[in-house]
């Protein structure tokens, strides 16, 4: 066992782990069961800012499968689709786009910076014939956070419709999807705190619209979303539902209903973090655009973050990220959403980094931990 400081999967809530365990109802016979589901969707699209003409759906599958089946759902041949692409989740839309018969317009940007708003507002205005766009809030494996709630009400402008991906910020930092989204989507297995194994997705009634009157069939079974529009008319789900990951869902949910002080905290100790790290040597990864949910930095010249990452698991018990793809062995990650977002779980792993940098060579000054807990 260690402790996972991992911007996902997080650490299990106690009670979603016991949720999961009770009896559950028949989710194929049980109207119990569907009320539950639907009351849990309920939830979530009010956590989520929304009034009753938004709808969320929560699918079987891991957080892949909300961006999969949005994807699937919007796309018809030939449609353009715009990637608003400052990161790697961010152009991984493209190959979703591409797979089912979409035409990706890319929008490349500084994975170093967030998106800016005025200079999407210039590249809109030439730009014809693009069905949506599609972009992340906070692109986890560089810790970058887009500003979704100045940069979607301009594609709106333009007509666009807009598909994001919260998985990495949703519970751990306000999502509004009244502020111009169409397709959210969401998962269990970061800030929520509960395992890896369901997604979500919150549609407005444009989002509805576009899915149930789209002319061509969606290409596929499982990541579709038109299968679920009238799932509770009908009172019948795709597929049976998986009725213990639901009751674990709705702890979870009870969680942070009942945690007041959840954004606030994750602000101030993603502020502390990246204070403690700056102030001890390190260089950030973002240069603006900092996530509340996860600090991304560079790997100290002449270190190895395999190195870094092994003993902070065997020397100390805690598990922190590298990264991977375009950003492999450049930067670690330390993820502070939900469960892992408590101030002396980051002391502990702020005293286990010191003493793994020190190890290697490189001494932050001032000690990290010490510059942390001052600031939080
Ligand atoms: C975690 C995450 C997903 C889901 O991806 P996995 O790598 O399968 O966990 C999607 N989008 C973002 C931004 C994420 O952080």
Same mark, same amino acid.
């Given at each position: ?5 991992? /911007? ?5 809530? =106690? ?35 929304? #009034? ?16 999969? *089946? ?14 608003? #692409? ?34 999407? #507002? ?37 007509? $666009? ?12 930092? /306000? ?15 970061? =800030?929520?705190?509960? /395992?890896?194994?369901?997604? %979500? ?10 899915? *149930? ?19 509770? !008319? ?8 998986? *009725? ?7 702890? *979870? ?21 990246? =204070?403690? $790290? ?22 100290? !010249?002449? $270190? ?19 990264? %991977? ?40 000054? /001032?000690?990290? =931990? ?7």
């Amino acid at each position: 066992m260690y402790e996972l400081m991992t /911007p996902g999967p997080t650490q299990v809530s =106690a009670s979603v782990l016991a949720a999961r365990a009770q009896w559950a109802p028949n989710p194929d016979q049980d109207e119990d069961f569907l009320e539950l589901y639907h009351k849990t969707a309920q939830r979530i699209t009010q956590m989520m800012g929304g #009034d009753e003409t938004f709808e969320t759906f929560i699918l079987a599958g891991e957080g892949m499968l909300a961006l999969e *089946a949005a994807v699937a759902s919007l796309t018809e041949p030939g449609d353009r689709v715009l990637i608003l #692409d400052n990161g790697i989740f961010g152009g991984g839309f493209a190959d979703l786009v591409r797979l089912y018969g979409g035409i990706p317009v890319v929008y490349n940007m500084d994975y170093r910076r967030p998106l800016d708003p005025i200079a999407l #507002d210039i590249y809109l205005r030439g730009q014809r014939r693009i069905k949506y766009a599609t972009l992340v809030h906070c692109d986890t494996p560089s810790g970058m956070c887009n500003d979704i709630a100045a940069i979607c009400p301009v594609l709106k402008r333009y007509g $666009l419709l807009t598909l994001v991906d919260a998985v990495a910020t949703m519970f751990g930092q /306000p999502v509004h999807v009244s502020q111009g989204i169409d397709v959210l989507c969401g998962a269990t297995q970061k =800030a929520l705190s509960a /395992p890896a194994g369901l997604c %979500f997705a919150t549609l407005s009634p444009e989002g509805r619209a576009a899915i *149930a009157e789209r002319k061509s069939p969606v290409p596929g079974f499982y990541a579709n979303l038109q299968t679920y529009l009238d799932y509770y !008319e009908k009172r019948w789900f795709p597929y049976t539902m998986p *009725a213990h990951d639901i009751l674990g869902l709705a702890a *979870a949910l009870d969680v942070v209903e009942a945690d007041e002080e959840r954004y606030s905290r994750h602000a101030l100790l993603a502020r502390a973090t990246r =204070a403690a $790290l700056e102030k001890g040597g390190l260089e950030l990864y973002p240069q603006g655009g900092y996530a509340e949910t996860v600090t991304a930095f560079c790997v100290p !010249e002449g $270190l190895s973050d395999k190195e870094v990452l092994r003993k902070m698991r065997e020397e100390h018990g805690i598990m922190i990220s590298g990264s %991977f793809d375009v950003l492999e062995g450049q930067v670690l990650r330390i993820g502070h959403m939900g469960e892992n977002c408590q101030r002396e779980k980051l002391v502990g792993t702020f005293e286990a980094l010191q003493q793994v940098f020190t190890d290697l060579g490189f001494v932050p000054d /001032p000690p990290l =931990a010490e510059n942390f807990q001052r600031r939080c």
